[in-house]
């Protein structure tokens, strides 16, 4: 008997260590898990940053991992390239690993311990986002199935936020922007500005008939842009009247304003005619162009917007193709890159296309590939006649007296060229 019960017991534990040989602790996939985001994002003017700080709370209910299949050791976190002073630990303030491999998209972080089915973790992130003295732009890039973040910034600060998914509260000299159990994802973008009293710089260019006079107006602390963008206006404003084959067409001097995006209600430049150009204290030469670029456009009587627009992008890469070949031969590859890809998920007709009066988060895509599509339309039909042509037809624009649509813009063209352009003119009044 006792010989039967020492087999059994044998036998048990042979049962036992064969199959436990066949169960092997691996690193599970993500699938059946929660995890649940707590972020506060504050920023700090003394210290030119913004400090971030987030609580991550874990459970893995992954049935794939049941019966000790398998299990979580680490974790993915998205993080400014720009991030310092990165630190993690967990509850027990015991410091994680973190780091990320050289051309990996993310963080890892190595958990301390293995987390089983059924197991929960809480973690800890921290780091800085550096800042400008008076400017704050940074993202809020959060994943997670519920999250919960609050934007903390000096109520001496003008802030523009692209998703308006937030309710906003006050307190002590801090305004607070709470976005309140998002699922899944959150992506927005925040712009900050402590506005200060408007420095001045004041410059003159010649040009072929006369002289224009340019006043840039900037914040404290923007020297950097400032000079930027004046010597962008002297370096291109003579090029694009030479382009054009037309004089500067205005009467008066230019005067360039930096910007918030509640100036700009979130365009990148505004070109507001002899009340001057609006831009975006993140803007670069590219917007500037484009925006002196108006100073044509709007004497060419276009009626429609994909004509003003598609104008201006073109002489945009007309002007950095003779000042900087390289970079314009890479915008205007982007530009074509871009709208290939973005028709596929959007429709829009050209010959009817109009802009909103604002843009943001919701409606940034749409009103990006309107503009997408009037270069790629109207490149397409400057490759094809070629600069002379163009010219030939900016002169015709001037001289007529009355607005030039649709119609009235193919025949132009059409004298001018001669040029069979029956695809430019079926992309014109596509959907796509």
Not at 55 to 82: A, S, V
Request: glycine share 4%.
């Amino acid at each position: 008997m006792e010989n039967i019960k020492k087999r059994i017991f044998l036998g048990f534990i042979f049962v036992v260590l064969i199959f436990t040989g066949f169960i092997i602790p691996v690193s599970a996939d993500w699938n059946e898990t929660n995890k649940e985001v707590d972020s506060f994002y504050k920023l700090v003017p003394d210290d030119s940053v913004v400090h971030v700080f987030k609580e991550i709370q874990f459970t893995n209910y992954d049935t794939d991992t049941k019966y000790w299949k398998g299990y979580y050791e680490h974790m993915h976190h998205e993080i400014p390239e720009n991030a310092r002073n990165i630190d993690m630990w967990d509850r027990g303030n015991k410091k994680i690993t973190i780091q990320k491999e050289h051309g990996d998209e993310y963080y890892i972080s190595r958990l301390n311990r293995n987390l089983w089915y059924g197991d929960s973790c809480s973690i800890y992130l921290e780091y800085d986002i550096p800042v400008n003295e008076n400017t704050a732009v940074f993202k809020l890039n959060e994943n997670a199935d519920l999250i919960n973040a609050t934007v903390m910034v000096p109520d001496s600060y003008n802030v523009y936020i692209d998703n308006p998914d937030y309710t906003t509260k006050h307190s002590s000299n801090l305004n607070m922007y709470k976005f309140n159990r998002i699922k899944d994802q959150l992506r927005c973008k925040i712009d900050a500005v402590n506005r200060t009293e408007y420095n001045v710089l004041n410059k003159t260019v010649q040009l072929s008939d006369e002289k224009v006079g340019f006043k840039i107006k900037y914040w404290d602390g923007e020297d950097d842009w400032a000079n930027t963008t004046l010597d962008t206006a002297l370096k291109t404003l003579p090029v694009m009247e030479k382009l054009w084959g037309i004089p500067y067409p205005k009467d008066y001097n230019i005067t360039i304003t930096q910007a918030t995006k509640n100036d700009t209600s979130g365009y990148s430049g505004i070109n507001n005619g002899k009340h001057g150009i609006l831009m975006l204290h993140t803007s670069n030469e590219d917007i500037l162009i484009h925006e002196l670029a108006h100073y044509w456009t709007q004497n060419c009587n276009f009626k429609h917007r994909w004509m003003d627009e598609g104008y201006a992008d073109l002489y945009t890469y007309l002007v950095l193709n003779r000042i900087n070949p390289h970079d314009a031969h890479e915008r205007k590859e982007d530009f074509i890159k871009q709208y290939n890809t973005m028709k596929q998920s959007n429709d829009l007709v050209l010959s009817t296309w109009s802009v909103p009066d604002s843009i943001g988060s919701k409606n940034f895509d749409q009103v990006d590939y309107g503009y997408k599509k009037s270069f790629v339309l109207v490149y397409n039909i400057y490759n094809k006649i070629g600069l002379e042509s163009i010219k030939e037809a900016n002169q015709q624009f001037l001289k007529l007296n009355s607005s030039i649509g649709n119609n009235e813009y193919k025949h132009i063209i059409q004298s001018v060229s001669h040029t069979n352009l029956k695809n430019e003119w079926k992309l014109l009044h596509s959907d796509i």
